[in-house]
């Protein structure tokens, strides 16, 4: 955690702070001591409170989900008496707002130079006024003018500066919002009179009146017509009121709606005050925020629009009111800001600083002046238009590059004018100073060190792998504010991790396992962890006995193999089910509570690596991921990008996901259906989004793993710091603590074997198997898909199970060096052991032991005539069904070879031969490409192929076989019972 120290001389500010000590502040107090200079003089203070008092839990509460903060205060200078709250100087407006100057009775001068208090105004003098306080109130006294006392309510006016006073703390700044459009409702306009009928009405009785009176010559007539004229101009007079009356009622609407805008917003002064405040949060960093930034620009004329009623033109003079103009930032929004640099240069401060407050509240970013600040940017501020961004752009210029309209609006410093999406007249802009915003930015902490390290971290139960995992399976990897706990059978039973390069995907991967191993024993979890980082992430997981492999891409043929023998568990379980009749895992848990059946949890750690190495993977796992939804079998896989590698058979068997920061929007999109994970900042590894089903996304903070003799480390801040402080959970020493306390733990049989050895001995293998002639040991098989391995014999049928007999004819396949020459020297020792007739067929160099051999011929020595007396002498022999072996070396030299008096080839004849002697004829051939893509193979059904040192070409005519390791020796075995793909054999 960052730890932020006031009041220290010639020391750093920014420290590091690793954890609380168990013993709170009195052991930090302590250390503060032994890593300060100059300490023995000083006490230490947080939010007031000596540190001293302060005891573990205290301090993880206030620092939680902050900065820590301590205050350096010389011994004994802490007042034992609260002051009274003081009177400030606040500049409300003006192109250095926010500023506060405290006051007493000592006077304080105010100007722009060569004053105390410095306001940043071109239009204020050098002095402009002094101020104090007396007993009778607040005396203010321009230069030149006479003294006068300042009613505190009143605003005071000097140059472009507005000034108020302000007793006591501040308040916690209001959340701003978008004030929505300027509509007032003043209510029903009084209907204007008709003048022509008025005029009329009262005209005509008038003229008939002063007729009759000079008809008849009497005066009342005139009396009664005068009438109409009172009536005439009593409904005028009323009209003239009612119209007064609604003016006034325009005008409180319109004052109503500006205080409803000032709501919305805050101002520089209200951020200073706030500033103040004795709160933990006391810019609303916390809570709701607009989804957009709302900037608040000063005051203007702008004229309302009247709800609710037509032909409104003849109340337009009265409409224009004086309120607040704000702006919302909506993507692909461009506001210009024109002027000289003197007066852009405050409002440009003052605009930042409100979008560092919202890129703080927002985790979000900005770019400003093509530099970028924090997480993604939300909006670009810079001198010129970045035409291919949908970013919202704020542009200070000297001079207009737009045209207004709907989504172009140009703010005009020169002619206090707003055109475009508003209209505006007798703009007052608010502006602040390059210190205040740095002194608000420093507030803010936008700019403050990367926080790399948290007061929420996790730490081992003393009740370690006590838990059942028949109806669950918990993993925490998140405490504190941003906690997160998941029940992957509840939400499951599957869960992808997705996350670009440095985001912390594999510290979560390994949080989310080693959870499970601290909360249940190995009888209860087992894993089989599959790594294609090269082994950088799970091998320190391989120590632990709930993990049953390890396999990595450096030999990528054991995890495929991986995926056969968990298949293999799959159908096992299968049947175990159908045996007992239950439905699924937790059925037979709770009808056999003492049966040893472990969740089977496996982990995939860079899937796109295995799924781009075998094509096949991607099928295998959508099966396994479909299939083992009732067994008890879980699929944790991490990932990068989802796209290309997790296949939609595989996503719908995800029920849970959780992204850390994305390398695009799109993949944000596409993994939790919103753009969150791309805003996450690169500062803060192991933060993620998690969701479930259809709800929306929950974001959390990877914690990191605490022992309980870790050290307490303070390091003074600099760029180095993650070099000199443990930034994650020291893995080595939490896997040694968790292999101690499950020492005496029973282990859960094992559902994939170890490797093949790289050698082996026949000799050590038929005495551990208790095997003796007339069978001979030639290597050992791998079968995964049984979960076994054993001996591979020549030999006569043996009705064992746990040996493979190749009692028939056999085929090896390989080039020189691949270890088929060793294999070659145990076939003759066996055939030379057996009572039956024997050929050598020499196609390499020459035996030594010729004579031990009925027939021995090279092939230097095989003429046609030479070829015609063997297989004349061959024939014999099995017609008189004698049992024979022939072991052929060189295949391809002796392919070839024409024999005296046959139309035929040699080929030819040697399969003629099987085909009419096959019991009591027996081939061994040794040979390569002619062998591989020749006839004779085919009458052969059991076949070891050696890959070592053949060629790709080489390798094309093969059948298709399971991948081994280029190792010495190492083949594959195909026979009919395993007639494809075949099982892998570690020769002798």
Same mark, same amino acid.
């Given at each position: 955690m960052?730890?932020?120290i006031?009041?220290?001389l010639?020391?750093p500010?920014?420290?590091?702070?690793?954890?609380?000590?168990?013993?709170?502040g009195t052991a930090?107090a302590?250390?503060?001591?032994?890593?300060?200079?100059?300490t023995?003089?000083?006490e230490?203070?947080?939010d007031?409170a000596?540190?001293t008092?302060?005891?573990?839990?205290?301090l993880?509460?206030?620092?939680?989900?902050?900065?820590g903060?301590l205050v350096?205060?010389?011994?004994?200078?802490?007042?034992r =008496?609260?002051p009274?709250?003081?009177l400030a100087?606040v500049?409300?407006?003006?192109?250095d707002?926010g500023?506060?100057f405290?006051?007493?009775?000592r006077r304080?001068?105010v100007g722009r130079?060569?004053s105390?208090a410095?306001v940043?105004?071109p239009w204020?003098?050098?002095?402009?006024?002094?101020?104090r306080?007396s007993?009778?109130?607040?005396?203010?006294?321009?230069v030149?003018?006479?003294? $006068?006392?300042?009613e505190?309510?009143?605003p005071?006016?000097a140059?472009?500066?507005r000034f108020?006073?302000?007793?006591?703390?501040g308040q916690?700044?209001m959340?701003p919002?978008?004030p929505?459009?300027?509509a007032i409702?003043p209510g029903?306009?009084p209907?204007?009179p008709?003048?022509v009928l008025?005029?009329i009405?009262a005209?005509?009785?008038l003229?008939?009146g002063i007729?009759l009176?000079?008809?008849?010559g009497?005066?009342y007539f005139?009396?009664f017509s005068?009438?109409?004229?009172?009536?005439a101009?009593?409904m005028?007079t009323q009209?003239r009121?009612a119209?007064?009356?609604f003016?006034h009622?325009i005008?409180l609407?319109l004052e109503?709606?500006a205080?409803d805008i000032?709501?919305c917003v805050?101002?520089?002064?209200?951020?200073?005050?706030? !500033?103040?405040?004795s709160?933990n949060d006391p810019?609303s960093l916390?809570?709701p925020?607009?989804?957009?930034?709302v900037?608040y620009?000063?005051t203007?004329?702008r004229k309302?629009?009247?709800d609710q009623?037509?032909q409104?033109?003849?109340w337009?003079?009265h409409?224009t009111?004086t309120?607040?103009?704000v702006v919302t930032?909506?993507?692909?929004?461009?506001i210009?800001v024109v002027?000289?640099?003197?007066s852009?240069?405050p409002?440009?401060?003052w605009?930042?600083a409100?979008?560092?407050?919202?890129?703080?509240?927002?985790d979000?970013g900005?770019? !400003?002046?093509?530099r970028?600040?924090?997480?993604a940017?939300q909006?670009?501020?810079?001198d010129?238009?970045?035409t291919t961004?949908?970013?919202p752009?704020?542009?200070?210029?000297?001079?207009?590059?737009g045209?207004?309209d709907?989504?172009?609006?140009?703010?005009?410093?020169?002619a206090h004018a707003v055109?475009?999406?508003?209209?505006?007249?007798?703009?007052?802009?608010?502006?602040?100073s390059?210190?205040?915003l740095?002194?608000?930015?420093?507030?803010?902490?936008?700019?403050?060190?990367?926080?790399?390290l948290?007061?929420q971290?996790?730490? !081992?139960?003393p009740t370690?792998?006590q838990?059942c995992?028949a109806?669950e399976?918990?993993?925490?990897?998140?405490?504190?504010t941003?906690e997160?706990?998941?029940?992957?059978v509840a939400?499951g039973?599957?869960?992808l991790i997705?996350?670009?390069?440095g985001?912390?995907?594999?510290e979560?991967l390994?949080?989310v396992?080693?959870g499970m191993?601290?909360?249940y024993p190995?009888t209860?979890?087992?894993?089989?962890?599959l790594? $294609?980082k090269?082994?950088?992430?799970f091998?320190v997981?391989e120590? !632990?006995?709930?993990?049953?492999?390890?396999?990595?891409?450096?030999?990528?043929?054991s995890?495929f193999?991986s995926?056969d023998a968990i298949?293999?568990?799959?159908h096992r379980?299968?049947?175990l089910?159908?045996? =007992?009749?239950v439905?699924? =895992?937790v059925?037979?848990?709770?009808s056999?509570?003492?049966?040893?059946?472990?969740?089977?949890?496996v982990?995939i750690?860079?899937?796109?690596?295995?799924?781009d190495d075998?094509d096949?993977?991607?099928?295998a796992l959508?099966r396994?991921?479909a299939t083992?939804?009732?067994l008890g079998?879980?699929?944790i896989?991490?990932?990068?990008r989802t796209?290309?590698?997790v296949s939609?058979?595989?996503?719908?068997?995800i029920?849970?996901i959780?992204?850390?920061r994305?390398?695009t929007e799109?993949?944000?999109?596409e993994?939790?259906?919103?753009?969150?994970?791309?805003?996450?900042?690169?500062?803060?590894?192991?933060r993620a989004?998690y969701?479930?089903g259809?709800?929306?996304p929950q974001?959390f903070?990877t914690a990191?793993?605490?022992l309980?003799?870790?050290p307490v480390e303070?390091?003074?801040h600099?760029?180095?710091?993650?070099?000199?402080l443990?930034?994650?959970?020291?893995?080595?020493?939490?896997?040694?603590?968790l292999?101690?306390?499950?020492?005496h733990?029973?282990?859960?049989d094992?559902v994939i074997?170890p490797?093949?050895?790289?050698?082996i001995r026949?000799a050590a293998?038929?005495?551990?198997?208790?095997?003796?002639?007339?069978?001979?040991?030639?290597g050992l098989?791998d079968?995964?898909?049984?979960?076994s391995?054993y001996?591979?014999?020549?030999?006569p049928k043996?009705?064992r199970?746990?040996?493979?007999?190749?009692?028939?004819?056999?085929?090896?396949?390989?080039?020189a060096d691949?270890?088929?020459e060793?294999?070659?020297?145990t076939v003759?020792?066996?055939?030379q052991?057996?009572p039956e007739r024997?050929? $050598?067929?020499?196609?390499?160099r020459l035996m030594?032991s010729e004579n031990?051999?009925?027939?021995?011929?090279h092939?230097?020595d095989?003429?046609?005539?030479?070829?015609?007396e063997?297989?004349?002498?061959?024939t014999?022999l099995l017609?008189e069904?004698q049992?024979?072996?022939v072991?052929?070396t060189?295949w391809?030299?002796?392919?070839?070879q024409?024999v005296t008096g046959?139309?035929?080839? $040699?080929?030819?004849l040697l399969?003629?031969?099987?085909?009419?002697h096959?019991?009591?004829l027996?081939l =061994?051939v040794?040979g390569?490409r002619?062998?591989?893509?020749g006839?004779?193979?085919?009458m052969?059904?059991?076949?070891?192929y050696?890959?070592?040192?053949s060629s790709?070409?080489h390798?094309?005519?093969?059948p298709?076989l399971?991948?081994?390791?280029?190792?010495k020796?190492r083949?594959?075995?195909?026979?009919a019972e395993?007639?494809?793909?075949?099982?892998?054999?570690q020769l002798s």
């Amino acid at each position: 955690m960052l730890l932020q120290i006031f009041g220290l001389l010639h020391q750093p500010t920014w420290w590091h702070l690793n954890r609380i000590p168990v013993q709170g502040g009195t052991a930090l107090a302590e250390i503060l001591a032994a890593n300060l200079t100059h300490t023995q003089d000083l006490e230490f203070y947080s939010d007031g409170a000596p540190l001293t008092s302060l005891d573990a839990n205290a301090l993880i509460q206030r620092w939680a989900d902050s900065v820590g903060q301590l205050v350096a205060k010389p011994a004994g200078s802490v007042p034992r =008496y609260q002051p009274a709250p003081q009177l400030a100087l606040v500049a409300t407006a003006g192109p250095d707002s926010g500023r506060i100057f405290p006051l007493s009775r000592r006077r304080l001068s105010v100007g722009r130079s060569g004053s105390r208090a410095q306001v940043r105004d071109p239009w204020l003098s050098a002095h402009e006024f002094d101020i104090r306080l007396s007993s009778n109130g607040t005396v203010v006294t321009p230069v030149d003018q006479p003294e $006068f006392l300042w009613e505190s309510g009143e605003p005071y006016a000097a140059g472009a500066t507005r000034f108020t006073l302000h007793r006591g703390d501040g308040q916690p700044l209001m959340t701003p919002k978008p004030p929505g459009i300027f509509a007032i409702q003043p209510g029903q306009p009084p209907s204007p009179p008709n003048v022509v009928l008025q005029v009329i009405g009262a005209a005509a009785p008038l003229l008939i009146g002063i007729v009759l009176m000079v008809v008849t010559g009497m005066w009342y007539f005139l009396l009664f017509s005068g009438i109409s004229v009172i009536i005439a101009a009593v409904m005028i007079t009323q009209y003239r009121r009612a119209r007064k009356q609604f003016v006034h009622q325009i005008r409180l609407a319109l004052e109503s709606a500006a205080n409803d805008i000032r709501r919305c917003v805050y101002a520089p002064h209200q951020i200073s005050q706030a !500033l103040r405040a004795s709160e933990n949060d006391p810019l609303s960093l916390t809570g709701p925020q607009p989804e957009h930034p709302v900037l608040y620009l000063g005051t203007g004329l702008r004229k309302a629009t009247l709800d609710q009623m037509q032909q409104t033109q003849r109340w337009d003079d009265h409409l224009t009111g004086t309120v607040p103009i704000v702006v919302t930032l909506q993507p692909g929004h461009r506001i210009f800001v024109v002027g000289d640099p003197a007066s852009l240069r405050p409002v440009k401060n003052w605009c930042v600083a409100q979008l560092l407050r919202h890129a703080k509240a927002t985790d979000g970013g900005l770019m !400003l002046d093509r530099r970028q600040y924090a997480g993604a940017p939300q909006v670009l501020v810079d001198d010129d238009v970045d035409t291919t961004s949908a970013l919202p752009q704020l542009i200070f210029t000297a001079q207009s590059r737009g045209l207004p309209d709907e989504n172009t609006t140009i703010v005009d410093l020169t002619a206090h004018a707003v055109e475009g999406a508003m209209t505006v007249t007798a703009l007052d802009t608010l502006g602040i100073s390059t210190p205040t915003l740095q002194r608000f930015s420093q507030e803010i902490g936008l700019h403050q060190p990367d926080d790399s390290l948290s007061l929420q971290h996790l730490a !081992l139960s003393p009740t370690t792998m006590q838990g059942c995992a028949a109806d669950e399976l918990t993993t925490v990897v998140g405490t504190g504010t941003l906690e997160l706990a998941v029940d992957i059978v509840a939400v499951g039973p599957h869960l992808l991790i997705t996350g670009t390069t440095g985001s912390g995907k594999s510290e979560l991967l390994l949080t989310v396992l080693v959870g499970m191993v601290e909360r249940y024993p190995p009888t209860e979890v087992s894993m089989i962890l599959l790594d $294609f980082k090269g082994g950088s992430s799970f091998n320190v997981l391989e120590p !632990l006995p709930h993990t049953m492999s390890v396999e990595t891409n450096h030999v990528a043929e054991s995890s495929f193999r991986s995926l056969d023998a968990i298949a293999a568990e799959l159908h096992r379980r299968e049947r175990l089910f159908a045996k =007992y009749q239950v439905p699924d =895992y937790v059925s037979f848990r709770r009808s056999h509570p003492t049966a040893v059946l472990p969740r089977l949890v496996v982990a995939i750690d860079e899937l796109r690596v295995l799924v781009d190495d075998n094509d096949d993977a991607a099928n295998a796992l959508a099966r396994l991921a479909a299939t083992g939804r009732s067994l008890g079998f879980h699929l944790i896989i991490a990932t990068q990008r989802t796209q290309g590698a997790v296949s939609a058979d595989i996503r719908a068997n995800i029920g849970a996901i959780m992204s850390l920061r994305t390398a695009t929007e799109h993949d944000s999109w596409e993994i939790l259906g919103t753009g969150d994970a791309f805003g996450i900042s690169p500062a803060t590894p192991g933060r993620a989004y998690y969701k479930t089903g259809a709800g929306q996304p929950q974001l959390f903070q990877t914690a990191r793993y605490l022992l309980d003799d870790e050290p307490v480390e303070l390091i003074p801040h600099s760029d180095r710091v993650s070099e000199q402080l443990n930034l994650t959970t020291n893995w080595d020493a939490l896997i040694q603590e968790l292999c101690h306390r499950a020492i005496h733990l029973p282990v859960a049989d094992p559902v994939i074997l170890p490797a093949l050895p790289k050698d082996i001995r026949s000799a050590a293998l038929a005495t551990q198997h208790q095997l003796a002639p007339p069978n001979e040991v030639i290597g050992l098989v791998d079968d995964p898909a049984n979960c076994s391995q054993y001996p591979l014999t020549l030999g006569p049928k043996s009705a064992r199970d746990d040996v493979a007999v190749l009692s028939n004819s056999v085929a090896w396949v390989g080039t020189a060096d691949s270890g088929v020459e060793t294999t070659l020297a145990t076939v003759c020792q066996h055939v030379q052991q057996r009572p039956e007739r024997k050929f $050598f067929l020499d196609g390499g160099r020459l035996m030594r032991s010729e004579n031990s051999w009925d027939t021995y011929l090279h092939v230097s020595d095989a003429a046609p005539d030479a070829l015609q007396e063997m297989v004349q002498h061959l024939t014999v022999l099995l017609t008189e069904e004698q049992h024979t072996t022939v072991v052929i070396t060189d295949w391809g030299s002796w392919a070839t070879q024409m024999v005296t008096g046959h139309f035929q080839g $040699f080929e030819d004849l040697l399969i003629q031969l099987l085909r009419q002697h096959a019991s009591v004829l027996r081939l =061994y051939v040794f040979g390569a490409r002619e062998l591989a893509g020749g006839r004779l193979i085919a009458m052969i059904p059991d076949r070891l192929y050696l890959p070592m040192n053949s060629s790709s070409e080489h390798r094309m005519i093969w059948p298709k076989l399971v991948s081994v390791p280029a190792i010495k020796a190492r083949a594959v075995l195909v026979t009919a019972e395993h007639a494809t793909g075949g099982l892998a054999v570690q020769l002798s």
